[in-house]
T-cell receptor, first 112, second 114 residues
Framework: GQQLNQSPQSMFIQEGEDVSMNCTSS?????WLWYKQDPGEGPVLLIA?????ELTSNGRLTAQFGITRKDSFLNISASIPSDVGIYFC????????????FGTGTRLKVLA | DTGVSQNPRHKITKRGQNVTFRCDPI?????LYWYRQTLGQGPEFLTY????????KSRLLSDRFSAERPKGSFSTLEIQRTEQGDSAMYLC????????????FGQGTRLTVV
């Protein structure tokens, strides 16, 4: 099935560092979502974005809905060990089709 | 707990057997989704319901797979004549019926076909 491109695929960072990741699509979305998934668990919603250019924060997390509506970005500030996991973006076209298309994931590992 | 609930959490079955999974969505959510996730991949869309109507099915949903949501509340996903390639995490999610809305996932059912 279709999947969005996420970059980077994986990253090791030191505790306290900031993290940036992005998600790109060949098509336009009306909604962008960011999830975090721990091993053996379902994805947990972090942030939802509904308008092009929108910037939304949730604690140390900040996400942006790209102006072109074909991309989105997630930043994590001052990373901590519990930030370890896989981060997925998901896009929703809307307007008649309501399936969420997921990215390939960014695996984050934080070194204490 | 008012989140999405999936049962069982784990299922080990022999090749050729049938399996059925259940999903209970968040109570006021009218849309219900099924996804499949294999190791190292993002969730892949299988199908979704709006109330009891199954509105979209992926080509991944072969004729051995069937999903139902008979009363617009809980849903079941059945896999007949399981194959080793069916081994995956099966995820259920639910959402409200708005043009733009977020989906909330359950903890998933891990299927292992031996």
């Amino acid at each position: 099935g279709q999947q969005l491109n996420q970059s980077p695929q994986s990253m090791f960072i030191q505790e306290g560092e900031d993290v940036s990741m992005n998600c790109t699509s060949s098509s336009i979305f009306n909604t962008w979502l960011w999830y975090k998934q721990d091993p053996g668990e379902g994805p947990v919603l972090l942030i939802a974005l509904y308008k092009a250019g929108e910037l939304t924060s949730n604690g140390r997390l900040t996400a942006q809905f790209g102006i072109t509506r074909k991309d989105s970005f997630l930043n994590i500030s001052a990373s901590i060990p519990s930030d370890v996991g896989i981060y997925f973006c998901a896009g929703l076209h809307g307007s008649g089709t309501y399936k969420y298309i997921f990215g390939t994931g960014t695996r984050l590992k934080v070194l204490a | 707990d008012t989140g999405v609930s999936q049962n069982p959490r784990h299922k080990i079955t022999k090749r050729g057997q049938n399996v059925t999974f259940r999903c209970d969505p968040i109570s006021e959510h009218n849309r219900l989704y099924w996804y499949r996730q294999t190791l190292g991949q993002g969730p892949e869309f299988l199908t979704y319901f709006q109330n009891e109507a199954q509105l979209e099915k992926s080509r991944l949903l072969s004729d051995r797979f069937s999903a139902e949501r008979p009363k617009g509340s809980f849903s079941t996903l059945e896999i007949q004549r399981t194959e080793q390639g069916d081994s995956a995490m099966y995820l259920c999610a639910s959402s409200l019926v708005f043009e733009n809305t977020e989906a909330f996932f359950g903890q998933g059912t891990r299927l292992t076909v031996v």
